[in-house]
């Protein structure tokens, strides 16, 4: 089984991990884990650490949290494969025989979210360009410039998403990242998912620059084009955190649009063992997205395709399949509608295992749009609502950065402007409703004038 080994090292190598001008290598941190292959190719990552408020549960989510990265709380991630046949023993005994392992956690398989069926498409992307107001988000100046977009996908085809769009598309390749073994260069991958989710972010937000992270090209032995490992997320995570810090902080702009998760245990510890994912506050990814809100980042995670009705071939939860970061507390979780304002039979549905109520809204799928999978296929599955509702934050954050509307929020006041779909408000099947821009553009201006 794949696994993360969150160490405590000495404080000196700690800050040589957490600082990007310093190298610190596998071997460094964690040569010789008795038990473990580790894989020295992955580069570690710094982990802070959650200080609750005084008396407050470190291991809870649904508290406030700050994140330390001093060298004396911070801890560090390696990622390597333990035997299945010894897997019980190496998890129990690795603390005992290397002081300084205080975990070990699951590394599961992600995989991106495309859609079940061969249903055409229903509009297209105009129809979703008219329901998000966008003629009306532009006459406010939210369009997008000045905010990091970042797509943590398959990687991005700028010249394809710009040529569907009509307008010039940016990357800010200064700012992209890859995981190890990833060549290629920003914005210049093959047309597929991530040049999807990339189109879908611009139609409300043109003006945004372009983050691109081509999380699921990493390699593992026996994976696919369209996956990886959940390490690499950690990884990426902690590089969007440094893009963060590096923005003056009364501008901060972040918005990260994630369309993949897991889907199956089969990758997983079990439900209740400490290094388990699906529903496991402290698994170190989990603190990644906390911790990222915390500074300022507005992260959107799809809430999957495992609908009761049509769910994708792959769902193999039996119950609950919003798990990990896709139900987090700390993120948007999108579900999907067409333009007609239905819910598509894919999309999952609530209660999440981290936070219940989830989805927490619903944004625009199933539409003729970017033609990353051909001419008359749709934008999408979850995959293609999560950069939709992203773009809208996006536009949003324009003119109201972090700094002015903390992430939490944004997220309350999506939630509160949501058109509901039901008649009993909050629902498993539509969360809070669809994202409603106007009611959104209403909402700000209402907290403009009480502010002035």
């Known amino acids: ?5 969150q160490l405590r090292p000495s404080p000196d190598l700690v800050a040589a991990v957490a600082d990007p001008s310093r190298t610190a290598t596998t071997a460094d941190v964690a040569d010789g884990l008795p038990g ?8 570690p990552v710094a982990v802070p650490r959650p200080v609750p408020a005084a008396g407050g549960d470190p291991l ?11 060298p004396d709380d911070a801890s560090v991630l390696v990622r390597g494969t333990i035997s299945d046949d010894e897997l019980v023993s190496r998890v129990t005994l690795l603390p005992t025989l290397r002081p300084g392992v205080v975990g070990v956690f699951a590394d599961p398989v992600i995989e991106s979210s495309p859609t079940c069926g061969g249903a055409p498409p229903v509009g297209d992307w105009h129809d979703v360009e008219r329901l998000l107001s966008v003629a009306a988000l532009h006459a406010e100046g939210l369009d997008g410039a000045g905010v990091a977009l970042a797509v943590l996908d398959t990687g991005v085809n700028a010249a394809h998403a710009a040529r569907r769009l ?22 210049e991958f093959a047309v597929d998912h991530g040049t999807m989710c990339a189109f879908d972010a611009l139609i409300a937000a043109p003006q945004a620059a372009i983050v691109d992270i081509p999380l699921l090209l990493s390699t593992r032995p026996g994976g696919t084009a369209m996956d990886g490992l959940l390490s690499d997320a950690v990884a990426a995570f902690a590089h969007l955190r440094g893009v963060l810090e590096a923005q003056p902080a009364e501008s901060r702009a972040l918005v990260v649009t994630n369309s993949w998760g897991s889907f199956s245990p089969e990758w997983d510890f079990p439900v209740g063992h400490p290094g388990n994912y699906s529903d496991n506050a402290a698994h170190p990814f989990n603190l990644m997205v906390a911790a990222l809100d915390r500074i300022g980042g507005d992260v959107l995670f799809a809430a999957g395709n495992c609908g009761r009705e049509c769910p ?29 304002g239905r819910r598509v039979g894919y999309s999952s549905q609530g209660p999440g295992r981290l936070t219940a109520r989830k989805p927490d809204v619903c944004a625009y799928t199933h539409f003729a749009g970017s033609r990353a999978f051909g001419e008359s296929e749709p934008d999408s599955g979850t995959s293609a609502a999560t950069p939709v509702a992203a773009g809208l934050v996006a536009a949003v954050r324009t003119r109201w950065p972090a700094a002015r509307l903390s992430p939490a929020q944004l997220r309350a006041l999506l939630r509160r402007t949501a058109e509901d779909r039901s008649e009993v408000g909050f629902d498993y099947d539509y969360g809070y409703g669809t ?17 002035a």
């Open 435 to 451: 994202v409603d821009p106007h009611a959104v553009m209403a909402a700000l201006e209402r907290r403009s004038r009480s502010a």
């Open 60 to 70: 809870s989510l649904n508290q406030p949290l700050d994140f330390s990265l001093a």
């Open 36 to 43: 473990v292959e580790l894989d020295t190719a992955f580069t």
């Open 312 to 340: 994708d071939g792959r769902c193999a939860y039996p119950s609950r399949p919003i798990v990990g970061a896709n139900s987090h507390p700390r993120a948007l979780s999108v579900g999907g509608v067409d333009v007609n």
């Open 1 to 5: 089984m794949r696994v993360m080994i």
């Open 166 to 187: 009509g307008r010039a598309v940016t990357v800010d390749a200064a700012r992209c990242w890859s995981p190890q073994g990833v060549t290629g260069r920003p914005g």
